[in-house]
């Protein structure tokens, strides 16, 4: 049997179809950004990226790994978005019933992967 790579139109109808199919869940995506102050300085605020994102947190978490950048044993889990999705490592992703995770690491999707997955932490940074 030889391989026979989808169309561009074949995979796209695919990631539609999952994405209303598994991401059972809405999140919102935030990010920190730098702001000029009005002494020439800079700060922070945080910007919203996306909202009403569809998602989906896989099961349990994992304990007992450190996450890059979060001091100590936090839990884990991964996340899937709708591929392509702007996130980031260190973004904020915010359920509806008031749950934060912070994005630790954002997985590189392969070409033909029907979803964006990143790895989150209830740990704060």
């Known amino acids: 049997m030889s391989g026979v790579a989808l169309e ?9 179809a999952v994405v ?6 809405l999140c919102t995506i935030k990010r920190q950004d730098d702001l000029d102050d009005d002494y020439g300085g800079v700060g922070t605020t945080t910007v919203v990226v996306a909202e009403d994102v569809p998602c989906r947190v896989h099961g349990e978490p994992i304990f007992g790994r450190f996450a890059q950048g979060i001091e100590g044993s936090v839990p884990l889990f991964v996340v899937s978005l ?4 702007n996130v980031r490592a260190q973004d904020s992703l915010e359920f ?16 033909w ?13």
């Open 96 to 111: 509806q019933d008031g749950t934060k995770l912070a994005v630790t690491r954002v997985f590189t999707p392969e070409t």
């Open 82 to 85: 709708p591929y392509g999705t």
């Open 8 to 16: 561009d139109w074949e995979l796209t109808a695919a990631r539609d």
């Open 113 to 125: 992967a029907l979803f964006t997955q990143v790895e989150a932490s209830t740990g704060s940074r």
């Open 20 to 25: 209303y199919q598994t991401l059972d869940e």
